[in-house]
């Protein structure tokens, strides 16, 4: 992924080589290095080991918006990383996969936004957990940068501050 965005202590940076491959068909050869796979395709692919919490998986996973996260519970331990599918940027099923695999799961590896991913979204995916964003190939990850500065003030909660304003006043 050329267009891919990190927060790298807090601070966004552009990363000039991903060594992550993200494989979306279901059947066909595999490339070879670091990938991304589809749920099913990650399941089928761990041995024992891994399945079982005892070894910590060379792939990475991808969710699609159909995918419940509650599944990913015995595994959380043993991903490398998780990857969020944004097939259409008017599908939001995303934001929320993020937040609970957060807050109510405590994911803390990368959590990578990736599909439809477009500036005007990353304040916002920034809020719900993700700290990776595979911006669209057809946009300027540059002026992706800009979006990450989103809003100055936050009214809800969020990952990154769980009270809301009326809290947080003096």
């Known amino acids: 992924m050329n267009n891919l965005i990190k927060l790298i202590e807090g601070q966004a940076q552009v990363v ?4 992550w491959n993200l494989v979306r068909e279901a059947e066909g050869e595999l490339p070879t290095g670091l990938l991304i796979l589809s749920l099913e395709r990650w399941e089928a692919r761990q041995d024992e080991a891994v399945l079982c ?5 060379l792939d990475g996973l991808l969710l699609s918006p159909d995918d419940e996260v509650e599944r990913l519970k015995p595994w959380l331990g043993v991903l490398p990383l998780i990857a969020v599918d944004f097939p259409s940027f008017r599908d939001g099923r995303g934001y929320s996969q993020a ?7 405590g994911w803390r590896g990368e959590l990578r936004a ?5 500036r005007d979204q990353l304040s916002h995916m920034r809020q719900c957990g993700f700290d990776a964003f595979a911006v669209r190939e057809d946009k300027s990850v540059e002026d992706a940068l ?8 936050q009214y809800g ?10 809290r947080r006043r003096g």
Do not use: Q
């Open 114 to 118: 990736v599909g439809d991913v477009l």
């Open 53 to 57: 919490g005892e070894r910590f998986s």
């Open 157 to 166: 909660r969020s990952v990154l501050e769980p009270r809301p304003l009326f």
């Open 16 to 19: 000039g080589e991903d060594s």
């Open 99 to 105: 937040y609970l695999l957060r807050t109510r799961l």
């Open 146 to 153: 800009k979006g990450l500065a989103g809003i100055s003030v």
